[in-house]
């Protein structure tokens, strides 16, 4: 575990998320000497359900999943973290516990950043604080839209919506999950969806290119599936 300014130096971690872009020196520099990084193997435990959460988190590279597990022990994706999205940001001026347990999906590094110094900064950084309030709401709208796409009844429709939701996260054309993790995170068998991503590839919609990559070739035309 090292302090962050190594990250800096060579333009990763802090210096890549928006909401710390717009800080002055001395803010950035609170931020920077009070920041760690550390980093997880694949399927490595981040954090558990109920932990407190003391550190705001920041995934500097990888990716996090967090999920709970039914009364039959499978398990249930509730939301996948990507490279520069952050955890636990609402619970700044809260005390909180980690509502699911955070696995890594793959090698992947966080850098953990103070609340404290965070507090510090939101009261006296008008900018800052509209930046936080501009990053919740992105976070509660991808809720309701995970929630919308759990509610589509058709399996067909309820993936493209997903590969478009996802698609829409990345800005890549790609959604880098493999199959059990996409079934996990819409309540599908891993089956259901191998076959539902061989009609969606057949359809032209998507192209699958390894065994966790697939590219949005029809980016309109999976949203429209689920619309009709």
């Known amino acids: 575990m090292n302090t962050c300014d190594f990250c800096q130096s060579r333009d990763h971690c802090l210096s890549k998320v928006n909401l710390f872009k ?9 931020i920077y000497l009070t920041a760690k990084h550390v980093d997880y193997e ?14 705001i988190l920041i995934v ?11 009364e039959e022990g499978r398990e249930n994706i509730l939301k996948i973290y990507l490279p520069g999205d952050i955890i636990g940001e609402d619970s700044i001026f809260l005390e909180k516990s980690y509502e699911a347990d955070g696995l890594a999906i793959e090698k992947t590094g966080l850098c953990q ?16 604080s509209t930046e936080m309030i501009k990053n919740l709401s992105q976070k509660l709208y991808e809720s309701e839209k995970l929630l919308e796409i759990l509610s589509i ?15 829409s996260l990345t800005k890549t054309g790609l959604v880098e999950l493999n199959q059990e993790n996409i079934a996990s995170s819409i309540n599908m068998s891993r089956e259901t969806v191998s076959r539902k991503l061989s009609q969606l590839e057949e359809a032209g919609y998507i192209e699958l290119l390894a065994y966790k990559k697939i590219k949005i070739k029809n980016l309109p035309g999976l949203i429209n599936l689920k619309n009709n």
């Open 22 to 30: 717009e800080l002055g020196v001395d803010e950035s520099k609170s």
């Open 153 to 167: 009844k058709d399996a067909y429709k309820r993936l493209a919506a997903f590969l478009a939701y996802r698609s």
């Open 113 to 128: 950043v103070d609340k404290d110094t965070l507090r510090q900064i939101l009261v006296t950084d008008i900018n800052f």
């Open 60 to 70: 500097r590279y990888g990716k996090i999943k967090t999920l709970i597990y039914d």
């Open 42 to 55: 694949k399927n490595q435990r981040v954090f558990s359900l109920q932990e407190p959460i003391d550190k």
